[in-house]
Every structure is written in C-alpha cells, then in structure tokens.
C-alpha cells in the first residue's frame, strides 16, 4: 500500500509465471499414477500449446533449438 505519495502516480503490475508449477504437477500426476502416459503426452502437449499462444518458450521448443544427443546406454 502507498500512503502519502505526494504529487507521485503509481502503478504497480505482478505478473507471476508459473509455467513450470504446471509442468511439475503434470510430472507429478503421471509419477502418482493418476495420469497414464497417453494423457500426460496429452496434457503436455496441450500445455506446449497454449504457453506458445501466449508467447512462452516451452519444454518442447527448448528440445528443438538443441542439436540431438544421443543418450548414454544405460539411460534408453
């Protein structure tokens, strides 16, 4: 709260970003076992979709940018 600004106008704007609490609960929802792996894809999919319409960078579009890398062995 302002108080006694004198002659001063202000404007305060928080925008809270909270891309990544949403991709933590979907990883969360599919590791509790109440999304199966079609409806996690979908769900983050869907995510992808609509942070992109907003103008976000997303997981996916991080995944793109980087030139391929193979996985260790014992990781696939």
């Given at each position: 709260m302002v108080?006694?600004?004198?002659?001063?106008?202000v404007d305060v704007t928080v925008n809270v970003e909270t891309t990544a609490l949403a991709y933590a609960l979907a990883c969360?929802?599919?590791a509790d076992g109440r999304?199966?792996?079609k409806q996690y894809?979908?769900?983050l999919r869907?995510?992808?979709h609509q942070f992109e319409n907003r103008g976000?960078?997303?997981?996916r579009s991080a995944e793109n940018?980087?030139?391929?890398?193979?996985?260790?062995?014992?990781?696939q």
């Open positions: 108080k006694e600004s004198g002659n001063s106008d969360y929802y599919y999304l199966d792996k894809e979908t769900m869907e995510m992808d976000f960078k997303t997981s940018d980087r030139p391929a890398q193979h996985r260790p062995f014992w990781l």
